[in-house]
């Protein structure tokens, strides 16, 4: 049995707290991605393709997360070099898939926000025609607290979804409105997968460090 030195059973501790916290993010990229698949299957036809791949793709990539963080516990707990070294292998490619798809999403962002803006101007032009684009249109309005694709409803009736519960109408188009709520959403996903990025890291490093010491003569045997 392996037993390491006061230094390196302090960074052993390190690293099962690290994974702790690796694992709780990625049970909450699942609960997030689960949460954000339920609210746009409440908006039906405002759900795009590539927005369904973006939310499968936060899913499995918690998942992944998760998975890996357990092998780290286990491989800190007993202190498996050969877990550990798996471990960081895994940790790699995740922070390379962490740090693609940040990018990837600071530098879609103005496309993702085109496809949404033409996407919502077809549903207001088949708001009447389509029971579908009528209901998707009124959620919108009612959530967002918007009226009309600039905040002027074209049509008479304007319908009881663009006013608030004293009957005034919202002066606040929903394409400004759906621009920035994309918009602050995107800058938190980017900040998010950027964090957990920077803690995999550190987790490699911590790892690395343990891993020498079991291997290179820092660990003692009893």
């Not at 302090?10 to 099962?16: R, S």
């Not at 998975?67 to 390379?96: D, E, H, N, Q, R």
């Not at 995107?186 to 010491?213: D, E, K, M, P, Y």
Request: aromatic letters at 8%.
């Amino acid at each position: 049995m392996v037993s390491l030195s006061h230094g390196y059973k302090f960074l052993q501790i390190i690293l099962v707290f690290l994974n702790l916290l690796v694992v709780a993010c990625g049970v909450g990229l699942v609960a997030m991605g689960s949460v954000v698949d339920i609210s746009l299957s409440n908006y039906g036809d405002l759900e795009h393709d590539s927005l369904r791949v973006a939310v499968v793709f936060v899913i499995c990539l918690g998942c992944l997360v998760f998975i890996v963080g357990v092998l780290g516990l286990c491989g800190a707990c007993l202190k498996s070099a050969c877990m550990l070294i798996a471990y960081t292998l895994f940790l790699v490619l995740l922070v390379m898939a962490h740090a693609v798809g940040g990018v990837a999403v600071l530098i879609g962002a103005r496309k993702i926000k085109e496809v949404f803006s033409d996407h919502l101007k077809n549903l207001y032009e088949d708001y009447s025609s389509t029971e579908s684009a009528k209901n998707v249109i009124d959620s919108i309005q009612k959530k967002l607290k918007c009226c009309g694709v600039s905040g002027f409803w074209g049509r008479s009736p304007v319908p009881e979804s663009c006013m608030d519960e004293n009957g005034r109408k919202y002066t606040e188009g929903c394409l400004e409105k759906m621009n920035t709520f994309i918009q602050s959403n995107l800058a938190t996903i980017a900040t998010c997968v950027f964090a957990l990025a920077l803690l995999q890291v550190i987790c490699i490093i911590v790892a690395s460090c343990v891993v020498h010491a079991i291997r290179h003569g820092k660990a003692q045997t009893v």
